[in-house]
């Protein structure tokens, strides 16, 4: 990399985007976010967008060589009405849309667009191992992501490099892992369900380091599972919790359909497993810092 690149995100706000900027801006990138907030973060230039009434500051992508593309509705913060499945897609679809809108009307440098997604592209499949070029399923997280992705590879219609991440169950001090921990913290914690379902995990600093290995290796193109090498059952990741805060797992498992009564077809998120290989990545030369789950929760409960 010859001069610091500026890299334009959407989501910059966000678990995943607020680290990424902070690790970017550390390495000397020029950093800048898209956001609905007309409130800037300290230090960072930042654009006022509103993809449901299709509004954006048409200046964002000036001198912009990257954008990473982030921004998208919670899949879990709320129950799954039609209304709320329809603002988490197109949360996704529009949002690249608008900026692949200004890319067409506008001279720019933009060279790459690297777009989270999530490995719901591969729907339940029991003990399969699935790898990129595994078909997707058939549920509506499924067909989110096949839509979402598909959004961002209208990019290669502009000559954009396009790097697409399917995303596992992030590890964080915030996200996911606090409300898988909260019941075991309270002596009530147990595995949902079977226990068995497949929970393909990655630790929040290979997340973000996989994300600037994307933007620093140009020759990477394509869709990338960005999952640790080594997935763990329901069961096994509730015990690893468990042993990190020194609490004993003594109940029974929570029955599938005390989780269906309560979650309704969002139920799915935890009741449903992909096993997902992690070798294209390695294989495209990216190193992870955390490859087994006792590791990775130990650097995260200190």
């Known amino acids: 990399m010859n001069s610091p690149q500026t890299i334009l995100l959407t989501g910059g706000t966000g678990l995943i985007g607020s680290k990424l900027t902070r690790l970017l801006l550390d390495k000397g990138y ?5 956001s609905r907030n007309k409130k800037p973060s300290p230090g960072i230039k930042t654009f006022y967008w509103d ?13 912009v060589d990257t954008v990473i ?11 799954w009405t039609d209304e709320r499945k329809k603002a988490i897609v197109e949360s996704r679809t529009k949002s690249i849309g608008l900026i692949y809108g200004l890319l067409k009307k506008n001279k720019h440098q933009v060279k790459s667009v690297i777009s989270a997604s999530a490995i719901g592209y591969y729907g339940h499949r029991s003990d399969e191992l699935v790898d990129e070029d595994s078909l997707p399923g058939s549920d509506f997280l499924a067909n989110c992501c096949v ?3 598909a959004a961002a590879d209208e990019g ?22 606090p ?31 996989m994300y600037l290995f994307a933007i620093e290796n140009i020759q990477i193109e394509g869709v990338f599972n960005m999952v640790a090498p080594n997935p763990v059952t329901n069961k096994q990741l509730t015990k690893a919790i468990a042993q990190q805060l020194h609490r004993p797992i003594w109940l029974p498992n929570v029955p599938a359909f005390v989780l269906k009564l309560l979650l309704g077809e969002m139920s799915i998120i935890v009741l449903g497993g992909t096993k997902v290989s992690a070798e294209k990545i390695k294989d495209a030369g990216f190193t992870f810092k955390y490859t087994d789950v006792g590791g990775a929760l130990k650097d995260i409960y200190g």
């Open 179 to 209: 409300q898988m921990a909260a019941p075991i913290r309270w002596y009530i914690g147990s595995p949902l369900g079977s226990g068995k379902q497949w929970i393909p995990w990655i630790h929040n600093q290979d997340v973000i380091d």
């Open 147 to 149: 839509a979402w992705e």
């Open 30 to 34: 020029d950093v800048r976010h898209l």
């Open 51 to 63: 993809v449901a009434k299709e509004e954006i500051d048409e200046q964002c992508v000036d001198g």
């Open 69 to 79: 593309h982030l921004a998208g509705e919670g899949v879990a913060d709320k129950r």
């Open 156 to 177: 290669s219609s502009l000559g954009l490099r396009v790097v697409k991440f399917r995303t596992g169950v992030v590890l964080d001090v915030a996200g996911a892992l």
